[in-house]
């Protein structure tokens, strides 16, 4: 189902989605790292760049300790991934260790460069939020100035038959809510689509 916009968008934005089928196959150090590069442009407060992505290769142990700290339900669909990638960002601003309270904001600016730099690239991008945050810190050795943010697969697309079926059912791009839900003026609630 093709998605449609309520305002002009470049069809980047709408072609962007997080599918789970992956091949299996892997992907070059230019494949990967165009993707890092574009996160590293995105913005951030005080120029702050707090975001930092730490990964593991198919193949490699450190891939099976990544995959082992994923939620069964992802795992059912990971096992595919080329890449897993830790997503972490820094709480503390670098320049005087003051309290970043945007970091989580930032680096979700960074995450959202990677997924449109995949969808551009015809990648498989897909973030997550299912696996134990504690144990991936720690194997990771994440200094304490830095918290985890979230999880993504990075694939080639594959077949949606190398899914599970209650995975399957749902690998296909959704709709969102209209704006009149999501934008505001003035004050919360005060429609004005």
Same mark, same amino acid.
């Given at each position: 189902m093709p998605r449609h916009a309520q305002?002009?968008?470049?069809?980047?934005?709408?072609?962007? +989605?997080?599918p789970r089928a992956m091949s299996g196959e892997t992907i070059s150090d230019t494949e990967l !790292?165009? %993707?890092?590069?574009?996160?590293?442009?995105?913005?951030?407060?005080?120029?702050?760049?707090? +975001?930092?992505?730490i990964f593991a290769r198919r193949d490699t142990s450190s891939f099976?300790?990544? !995959?082992? %700290?994923?939620?069964?339900?992802?795992?059912?669909?990971?096992?595919?991934?080329?890449?897993?990638?830790?997503?972490?960002?820094r709480k503390l601003f670098e320049y005087n260790g003051s309290p970043s309270i945007t970091h989580?904001?930032?680096?979700?600016?960074?995450?959202?460069?990677?997924?449109?730099?995949?969808?551009?690239?015809?990648?498989?991008?897909?973030g997550m939020q299912g696996f134990d945050y504690e144990k991936m810190a720690q194997l990771v050795q994440l200094p304490p100035e830095f918290v985890p943010e979230a999880m993504c697969a990075i694939g080639k697309p594959g077949p949606m038959s190398v899914l599970p079926p209650d995975v399957q059912k749902n690998e296909h791009q959704s709709d969102r809510k209209p704006l009149a839900e999501l934008v505001f003026e003035g004050k919360f609630g005060n429609k004005v689509l």
């Open positions: 305002f002009p968008i470049d069809p980047l934005f709408l072609n962007r +989605w997080s !790292f165009t %993707l890092f590069e574009a996160a590293r442009w995105a913005p951030s407060s005080y120029n702050g760049q707090p +975001w930092r992505f099976k300790s990544f !995959f082992s %700290l994923l939620d069964e339900g992802n795992q059912a669909w990971c096992k595919n991934a080329a890449v897993l990638v830790l997503i972490a960002s989580s904001f930032d680096t979700g600016s960074a995450w959202e460069n990677l997924a449109l730099q995949g969808s551009f690239k015809g990648l498989v991008v897909h």
